[in-house]
Antibody
Framework: QVQLVESGGGLVKPGGPLRLSCAASGFTFSDYYMSWIRQAPGKGLEWISYITSSSSYTNYADSVKGRSTVSRDNAKNSLYLQMNSLRVEDTAVYYCVRVSSYGFDIWGQGTMVTVSS | QSALTQPASVSGSPGQSITISCTGTSSDVGGYNYVSWYQQHPGKVPKLMIY???NRPSGVSNRFSGSKSGNAASLTISGLQAEDGADYYC??????????FGGGTKLTVL
């Protein structure tokens, strides 16, 4: 079945780096744009990044621009998010999401990132 | 990248219809037909309910419908059922080639 599985979350100290991964299965990964979306505890959804199917274009929310890099490996059906200079306000569940017609149609279960000293 | 504006909460009785609004600008909602809506039950993953303003993915009940007028989009749920109680979020593509969500609306089925 169509599935996205995130990994790499955990407890990180402020200022530290983190790399999230997402393994896709059940669909032709290379056909789709992919995105990262996060949700802070008790808060709403926040789009943070997307990457086109061939990696030719990426874009980021202002809140993470300059500190984050999204990438993908179509041969491995995998999506990545490298985040640097993490802040307490980056604490959230991070979702790997498939993009279709600029809608988010398939979501992973999410991975929790906690930034705390 | 300002968030789209949604009411914090709406409520309705079983069988009634409710509408949730999502207000943006000509740079997002008003500029593209890439408005989508998501349902999220507590502790669960969001689910796509409407895409491209008014299209329903396979498996989504036809009690859910979407529309847009100018810079505002709407999600209407007809024949409210208890299981419709959840948080709802709208999203839109923007002229900056980014995406933006609304702040979310909590639907209470009375």
């Amino acid at each position: 079945q169509v599935q996205l599985v995130e990994s790499g979350g955990g407890l990180v100290k402020p200022g530290g780096p983190l790399r999230l991964s997402c393994a896709a299965s059940g669909f032709t990964f290379s056909d789709y744009y992919m995105s990262w979306i996060r949700q802070a505890p008790g808060k709403g959804l926040e789009w943070i990044s997307y990457i086109t199917s061939s990696s030719s274009y990426t874009n980021y929310a202002d809140s993470v621009k300059g500190r984050s890099t999204v990438s993908r490996d179509n041969a491995k059906n995998s999506l990545y998010l490298q985040m640097n200079s993490l802040r307490v306000e980056d604490t959230a569940v991070y979702y790997c999401v498939r993009v279709s017609s600029y809608g988010f149609d398939i979501w992973g279960q999410g991975t929790m990132v906690t930034v705390s000293s | 990248q300002s968030a789209l504006t949604q009411p914090a909460s709406v409520s309705g009785s079983p069988g009634q219809s409710i509408t949730i609004s999502c207000t943006g600008t000509s740079s997002d909602v008003g500029g593209y037909n890439y408005v989508s809506w998501y349902q999220q039950h507590p502790g669960k993953v969001p689910k796509l309910m409407i895409y491209e303003v008014s299209n329903r993915p396979s498996g989504v009940s036809n009690r859910f419908s979407g529309s847009k007028s100018g810079n505002a989009a709407s999600l209407t749920i007809s024949g409210l059922q208890a299981e419709d109680g959840a948080d709802y979020y709208c999203s839109s593509y923007t002229t900056s080639s980014t995406l933006v969500f609304g702040g979310g609306t909590k639907l209470t089925v009375l």
